[in-house]
């Protein structure tokens, strides 16, 4: 099991990773509501510990439990509009992603869109294609692709020339 520290950017990538442990077997939802908590490190050991007996005792009988208390406790209103502004306002070689590939690009902006949305394949590839450079759209001709995979593979297969059509700096 994947220790976790408490940073809310690593949450989403932490929680899937765990509910897909969960799904394997109903022993192992439960296993992970006594397992997961001692896996935790830094703040997020601080804030679990800091619950009273009881309480933990009542959220470690399955992982959908705790996970409800886990989410609960960081996922808040505010965390979620952090989340859609950072998903809307992503874009290509950003600051702090100044030598992302094309490809890397888009797993990024799609995972935050992913997880502060629920668009459908199309939605996915205006909001993708919005933060990438405009030069983009000589090269891949989006009007054509009907599924976020199939805008991927393309990006994937372009990325060289993707890379190249931009302004040198």
């Known amino acids: 099991v994947e220790s976790w520290d408490g940073d809310t950017d690593q949450i989403i990538h ?9 799904s394997m077997s109903t022993r192992m939802r439960q296993q992970l509501g006594r397992i997961v908590p001692k896996r935790f490190t830094g703040a997020a050991s601080s804030w679990y510990w800091s619950l009273p007996f009881d309480h933990r005792r009542r959220i470690e009988v399955e992982w959908p439990i ?14 979620w509009e952090k989340l859609r502004k950072r998903a809307s306002d992503a874009r290509f070689r950003e600051v702090g992603h100044t030598r992302e590939s094309p490809s890397e690009y888009f797993i990024r902006k799609a995972d935050l869109l992913t997880t502060a949305y629920n668009f459908d394949d199309s939605e996915m590839i205006s909001e993708i294609m919005d ?11 989006t009007h054509l692709y009907r599924t976020v995979v199939e805008l991927q593979r393309a990006i994937r297969f372009h990325e060289e020339a993707l890379v190249e059509c931009l302004p040198q700096r």
Not at 135 to 140: A, D, F, H, P, V
């Open 66 to 79: 705790l996970r409800e208390e886990i989410t609960g406790y960081y996922m808040t209103k505010k965390w």
């Open 131 to 141: 933060g990438a450079p405009s030069q983009w759209n000589m090269i891949l001709t």
């Open 14 to 22: 932490w929680l899937r990773k765990m509910d897909d442990l969960a």
